[in-house]
């Protein structure tokens, strides 16, 4: 079974600035995909970024990144250039890559505060 | 947003009650899925679907049923809610068909917050 670990249950950012959400996660398979979800007070969870494991670039969009560290099973979102709509829920999840169902594993989540 | 859709979005029922939380897509996704969550934490996958007439339990037990006779719909039912069946249960979607498995994004509802008295 996999399990994903996220230390921060919450962090606080003044606008404009930089903020790193920590995840770990723990598997024995090889084959596998990482993500991180964003769910806004009162709003709809959407999907922020997804990591293919056998990728080793990590993955980018707009603002977000992310520091995919495969060896110590750790799976970042770094927020740039904090905006005061980030403010959220944020929660890291594993899926198992090939047939295995499309189940997604999630992590307790980090509560994100951006203050102007 | 994506298209789907719960209701009601908060419930507030006695104990012994029947009650059916309604999820419905309109992106023709194959698969749906129900997740509970409690306030703050982790979302746990209670159900599942691969397609019509398929239904599967998650990794959480739960007392609740569910059925999927049209692509669209896929309701979540309590035969008789109880105290411990409070929390927010969230559906979600996605179209799997020709996609390895972690290609395809998940679609989220808005949830539907339940309040048992």
């Known amino acids: 079974a996999q399990t994903v670990t996220q230390s921060q249950p919450e962090m606080s950012v003044q606008e404009a600035e930089t903020v790193t959400l920590s995840c770990t996660y723990d598997?024995?398979?090889?084959?596998?995909?990482l993500f991180w979800y964003k769910q806004p007070p009162s709003r709809q969870m959407i999907l922020v970024i997804r990591?293919?494991?056998?990728?080793?670039q990590n993955a980018t969009e707009n603002r977000f990144s992310v520091n995919f560290q495969k060896a110590a099973k750790s799976f970042s979102l770094k927020i740039s250039d904090s905006q005061l709509g980030d403010t959220a829920m944020y929660f890291c999840a594993f899926m198992k890559g090939g047939n295995a169902g499309n189940m997604l594993t999630f992590g307790g989540g980090t509560r994100l505060m951006v203050k102007p | 947003e994506a298209d789907i859709y719960q209701t009601p979005r908060y419930l507030v029922i006695g104990t012994g009650k029947k009650i059916t939380l309604e999820c419905s897509q309109t992106?023709?996704?194959?698969?749906m899925y129900w997740y509970q969550q409690d306030p703050g934490m982790e979302l746990h996958l209670i159900h599942y679907?691969?397609?019509?007439?398929?239904?599967e339990k998650g990794d959480l037990s739960s007392e609740s049923t569910v059925s999927r006779i049209r692509t669209e719909h896929f309701p979540l039912t309590l035969e008789s809610a109880r105290p411990s069946h409070t929390s927010q249960y969230l559906c979600a979607s996605s179209d799997t068909r020709g996609f390895a498995s972690g290609q395809e994004t998940q679609y989220f509802g808005p949830g539907t917050r339940l309040l048992v008295l």
């Open positions: 992106m023709g996704h194959d698969k």
């Open positions: 598997t024995s398979e090889s084959n596998y995909y």
């Open positions: 679907s691969y397609g019509v007439n398929s239904t």
């Open positions: 990591q293919e494991a056998y990728k080793q």
